[in-house]
T-cell receptor, first 112, second 116 residues
């Protein structure tokens, strides 16, 4: 079974600064997707960014980018120019053909 | 992205009664739907996976007679919590995706269930 680990329960960042959230996963599959989801206080899950395992190029979505290291099974998220609206829980997720497995989450606090 | 509507967003029920939660894909046909449970300050735990027209696959430790899942059409899946108890109080989230394989899943807004 796949496991997803987020080692940082909480991260704090100053507004306009950069924060990096770590995520590691364990799998024996070669074809999979990785995602970062944001869950604000409303608890609606919002897709932030996704990465196809077969692509070497790191995905980027505006201020959000990932560092995907397939051999190391690492998938970190960098939030640049942090904004107050970025404050939320962030979940790393691994998708296989049959399921979607989430990490334990990292709470991001943004200080004005 | 595609829209998944989950209803109700909040429900309070008495212990011993049953509660039904609906999950609808509004602008796409969902081959597969997932039901998750989330405890406060914790991650999403997969309860079951349902495919249209077939029985749901439950994760280990999830009672299938307690949490009845029906995926009657490509746009609707329901989760019924039967004979609810206070320990069933939680946040339930559904997710739907098109097709098989590594495609994106879209999430409903979630349902906060409180059993009193």
């Amino acid at each position: 079974a796949q496991t997803v680990t987020q080692s940082q329960p909480e991260m704090s960042v100053q507004e306009a600064e950069t924060v990096t959230l770590s995520c590691t996963y364990d799998t024996s599959e070669s074809d999979y997707y990785l995602f970062w989801y944001k869950q604000p206080p409303s608890r609606q899950m919002i897709l932030v960014i996704r990465q196809e395992a077969y692509k070497q190029q790191n995905a980027t979505e505006n201020r959000f980018s990932v560092n995907f290291q397939k051999a190391a099974k690492s998938f970190s998220l960098k939030i640049s120019d942090s904004q107050l609206g970025d404050a939320a829980m962030y979940f790393c997720a691994y998708r296989s053909r049959s399921t979607l497995t989430f990490g334990g989450g990292t709470r991001v606090l943004v200080k004005p | 992205g595609a829209v998944v509507s989950q209803h109700p967003s909040r429900v309070i029920c008495k212990s011993g009664t049953s509660v039904k939660i609906e999950c609808r894909s509004l602008d796409f046909q969902a081959t597969t739907m997932f039901w998750y449970r989330q405890f406060p300050k914790q991650s999403l735990m997969l309860m079951a996976t349902s495919n249209e027209g077939s029985k749901a696959t439950y994760e280990q430790g999830v009672e299938k007679d307690k949490f009845l899942i029906n995926h009657a059409s490509l746009t609707l899946s329901t989760l019924t919590v039967t004979s609810a108890h206070p320990e069933d109080s939680s946040f339930y989230i559904c997710s739907a995706r098109v097709g098989n394989g590594n495609t994106e899943a879209f999430f409903g807004q979630g349902t906060r269930l409180t059993v009193v």
